[in-house]
C-alpha cells in the first residue's frame, strides 16, 4: 500500500487528538490487506472513541455516568462526528462503545477491525498446546460439554500456568467446532455424519445394467400407529420394503413384526410385481438370514448377500431412497403419524394443550384411524402411483415406472409361469429327519412312498394350503423334489394299507441297494485290500533302502554317558554273581536287633488285656482259683505282689466296671427267675 493511500485511509477527523492516542508498535502493518470496508468500520469507531475520551478528560463523574451521558448526546447528534462516522453508525449503545474503547486502549486502531482484533486466535488456550489438547480432548470425550466445567478441569490440571476467562474458554470451543464442523459432527453424531459428509464419489449402481439385477431389503417401523382392535388398541407395524435397483421400484408390506414369515409374505406379493431377481442384497437382520429364508432362496437360485453391520451405504439405494421416501413422503401425512424420533413425537403431542391431553390414549392424540390393511392399500397405491411416476435424478428424470415398462418390453423381466408356486417354495417350512415311522412335522407323521430311500436322512418340507399335506426336497444346496408327503389320518387313510405298500417299497429297495453293493463288492475285492496296501508298503521301503555297505568298511560307533553306564551295568548283569563279606559291626548291630524284637515280643506277651486283669483280680480276691504262669509272670514283671496289685488294681475304672457288669448280670438273672422281663 503507497504511503499516499495510508494517508488517505489514516486521515481521521480533528476531532481524534492524535497526540492522544496509544502508540502500538508492531512488525508489521495492522491495516495491511484488511478489505476497505473493514478500515472504514474501523476509523468510525476510532473517531468515535476520541470523541469520547476527550469527553471523558473533561469529566469529572464516573466511567458509566460519562458514557452514559456521551451515548446520549451522539444518539441526540449533539456529538460531533464526520457525515462518514455517522451514516455507519447513527446512534451507539454504552455496552460497544466500553468494549471499543478498551480494545483501542488495548491494541490500538487493529482491535477495532471486526474479526481481526486483539490478535484473534492468539489466545492463552492457543499458546500453550498441552491446554489445547486438554480442551479438545474433552470436546471429543463430551461434545455438549460446558465451557465452565473445561475451565474447572484447566484450573486442576494447568494450576501453575496462567488460567483463561470463560468468556475465552466459550470462544475457543465455539471457533474450534465451526473449523472443524465435519469433525465434530462426526464425534456428535457418526450416523448424520455418515449421511451428510461421507464422500460418495463413486455410483452405487455402477454394475448395474438391466432390471432384477439386484434387489435390496430392509425393514423399519413404520412411525404411525394403527389400529390393531377396533377403538381399542393400537400399535405400529413393521414396515418391509424391497426395491429394483436399476428402476428404482419398490413394494412394502407391513406385518406385526420382522420375521421370517413376514420376509415369505413381502417376496410372495413382490416377485409377480418385480420379477425374479439374481441376487437380493440385505443386512444381517436375523429374519433376513434365518434358516427358513435362505432355504427359500436356495430353491429359487437367488444369491442372497448380507452386508457388514452397519454399514448402510453399501445399500443405499433402499435406505435413502426408499425408505427415506416412503417415512418422509408417505407416513407423515397419514393419521396416526407419530413422528420419527422421540421429540417430533413430544412435538405432535403438543399440539393438544395439557387439559387436552390429559387421560387421553394415543389414539386420540395422534389421531389414529386405520387398520393395518387400510394403511397396507394406502401404501400401495401411493407406491405404485405417486413414488412409481416420480422422476429421480438417478434415472436420467425417468421415473420408475417408465424404467421398469421399459425393461419389461424388453423381456429382462423373469416371472415364475404360475404365481401359487411362489406359496409352494415361499411358504411355511423347515427341515427334519425322516425316521421309522415316517416324515414328523411337530406331532404328526407324514408318509409317501418316495421316502423310503431317505430314511434316516434329512430333507426339507414346506407346508401347503392343505394341513394334510407337505411338499419335500432334498436337503441339497440345490435341492430336488422328492414328493408330496401326506398325514393319513388327516387324508382318513388305511395306515395298514400304507404300511404294508410301504413295507414292500422297502424292500425292494434294500434289495436293490443290496444287490448294487454285493456287485461293488465283487469287482474291487476291498477284503484284499489290506495285503494290498501292506505288500505296496513293504515294496517301497525296500526300494527306498540306502545300498549296502562295503566289504572291510567299519560303522562309525555312537558315544554318549548314557550309553557308557548302561554299558557298565550290562557288564555287571553278565558277570557271576559273588557274595560280599559282612563287616563285623553290622554283624553285631544285626544281632543286637534281632535281640530286641525278641525282648519286645515277650514283653508283649506278658501283658494282660481288660478281662485277664479282671479274672487276675477274681483269683486273688476270691481264691477261686491258683494263679496261672502267665500272670505270675505278669506281677512278677512289675515287682508286685498279689495283694499290692488288687490294691491298685481297685482304683482303677477297669475295675469299676467290672463290678457294674457283674451286678447288671446278677439282677438281671433274678429278673428271670421271677418271670420278669426288660425292655430294651
Not at 50 to 60: K, T
Not at 188 to 202: E, I, N, T
Not at 211 to 231: C, N
Request: net charge positive; aromatic share 6%.
Amino acid at each position: 500500500m503507497s504511503e499516499a493511500a495510508r494517508s488517505e485511509q489514516l486521515a481521521v477527523p480533528a476531532l481524534m487528538d492524535a497526540a492522544a492516542l496509544p502508540v502500538v508498535t508492531a512488525p508489521v502493518d495492522p491495516l495491511d490487506g484488511i478489505p476497505r470496508a473493514l478500515i472504514a468500520r474501523a476509523l468510525a469507531k476510532a473517531e468515535i472513541v476520541a470523541a469520547f475520551r476527550a469527553c471523558r478528560g473533561r469529566s469529572c463523574r464516573t466511567l458509566n455516568a460519562t458514557g452514559a451521558s456521551f451515548v446520549e448526546r451522539y444518539n441526540s447528534e449533539n456529538e460531533k462526528v464526520s457525515a462518514e462516522t455517522r451514516a455507519l453508525y447513527p446512534t451507539i449503545e454504552w455496552p460497544s462503545l466500553q468494549r471499543d474503547w478498551r480494545r483501542f486502549e488495548k491494541s490500538g486502531i487493529s482491535g477495532l477491525i471486526p474479526g481481526y482484533g486483539g490478535r484473534r486466535g492468539d489466545t492463552i488456550i492457543a499458546r500453550i498446546p498441552l491446554m489445547r489438547e486438554f480442551v479438545i480432548a474433552q470436546i471429543a470425550h463430551n461434545p455438549r460439554v460446558r465451557a465452565r466445567f473445561v475451565l474447572d478441569g484447566i484450573g486442576v490440571r494447568f494450576a501453575n500456568d496462567r488460567i483463561p476467562d470463560l468468556r475465552s474458554v466459550e470462544r475457543f470451543i465455539r471457533d474450534w467446532k465451526r473449523k472443524n464442523g465435519s469433525l465434530f459432527q462426526r464425534v456428535a453424531d457418526p450416523d448424520l455424519w455418515k449421511s451428510r459428509h461421507m464422500l460418495a464419489l463413486g455410483d452405487a449402481d455402477a454394475g448395474i445394467t438391466r432390471v432384477g439385477q439386484l434387489f435390496e431389503i430392509d425393514g423399519t417401523k413404520s412411525d404411525a400407529f394403527v389400529l390393531t382392535e377396533i377403538e381399542t388398541k393400537t400399535g405400529k407395524m413393521q414396515m418391509i420394503a424391497v426395491l429394483d435397483v436399476k428402476s428404482r421400484r419398490m413394494v412394502a408390506h407391513l406385518a406385526p413384526s420382522e420375521s421370517s414369515q413376514a420376509i415369505a409374505e413381502l417376496l410372495i406379493k413382490a416377485f409377480p410385481i418385480l420379477g425374479i431377481p439374481d441376487e437380493i442384497k440385505s443386512d444381517r437382520g436375523a429374519a433376513f438370514l434365518s434358516e427358513r429364508t435362505q432355504r427359500a432362496m436356495a430353491r429359487l437360485g437367488i444369491k442372497w448377500t448380507a452386508v457388514r453391520a452397519y454399514c448402510g451405504e453399501k445399500k443405499p439405494f433402499i435406505e435413502r431412497g426408499g425408505m427415506g421416501s416412503v417415512l418422509h413422503g408417505f407416513f407423515e401425512n397419514v393419521p396416526g403419524y407419530s413422528g420419527h424420533s422421540p421429540a417430533e413425537a413430544s412435538a405432535i403431542r403438543k399440539r393438544a394443550s395439557f387439559a387436552q391431553r390429559r387421560g387421553q390414549n394415543l389414539a386420540k392424540l395422534y389421531r389414529v384411524e386405520l387398520t393395518g390393511p387400510e394403511l397396507q392399500g394406502l401404501l400401495d397405491r401411493w407406491l405404485e402411483h405417486l413414488y412409481g411416476n416420480r422422476k429421480h435424478r438417478g434415472l436420467g428424470g425417468r421415473t420408475p415406472n417408465e424404467v421398469f415398462a421399459e425393461a419389461e418390453r424388453r423381456g429382462q423381466v423373469r416371472r415364475v409361469a404360475d404365481d401359487r408356486l411362489l406359496d409352494l417354495i415361499l411358504g411355511e417350512d423347515g427341515a427334519a429327519v425322516v425316521g421309522k415311522k415316517g416324515l414328523r412335522v411337530g406331532n404328526v407323521f407324514y408318509w409317501d412312498d418316495a421316502l423310503v430311500e431317505h430314511v434316516g436322512g434329512t430333507v426339507q418340507f414346506v407346508r401347503t394350503r392343505d394341513a394334510g399335506k407337505l411338499i419335500v426336497y432334498t436337503a441339497d444346496a440345490a435341492p430336488r423334489f422328492i414328493c408330496i408327503a401326506v398325514d393319513p389320518e388327516a387324508l382318513g387313510l388305511d395306515r395298514e394299507v400304507l404300511a404294508i405298500a410301504a413295507k414292500q417299497r422297502q424292500t425292494v429297495v434294500m434289495r436293490q441297494g443290496m444287490d448294487e453293493l454285493r456287485a461293488l463288492k465283487r469287482k474291487h475285492r476291498p477284503d484284499k485290500l489290506y495285503r494290498e496296501i501292506l505288500d505296496h508298503a513293504v515294496a517301497k521301503t525296500a526300494a527306498m533302502l540306502p545300498a549296502p555297505a562295503e566289504a572291510g568298511a567299519v560303522a562309525l560307533p555312537y558315544r554318549s554317558a548314557a550309553l557308557t553306564a548302561a554299558a557298565a551295568a550290562l557288564e555287571a548283569l553278565d558277570a557271576p554273581a559273588e557274595p560280599a563279606p559282612h563287616d563285623e559291626s553290622d554283624l553285631r548291630e544285626g544281632a543286637e536287633a534281632l535281640r530286641e524284637l525278641m525282648n519286645r515280643k515277650t514283653r508283649r506277651e506278658a501283658l494282660l488285656n481288660r478281662d485277664q486283669l479282671w479274672d487276675l483280680w477274681i483269683a486273688i480276691r476270691r481264691a477261686g482259683r491258683p494263679l496261672t504262669e502267665r500272670e505270675q509272670a505278669f506281677l512278677s514283671r512289675f515287682g508286685n505282689t498279689a495283694e499290692s496289685w488288687a490294691i491298685s488294681y481297685e482304683s482303677t475304672s477297669d475295675y469299676q466296671a467290672g463290678l457294674d457288669l457283674e451286678r447288671w448280670s446278677a439282677d438281671e438273672g433274678q429278673a428271670h427267675d421271677e418271670g420278669k422281663s426288660y425292655a430294651h
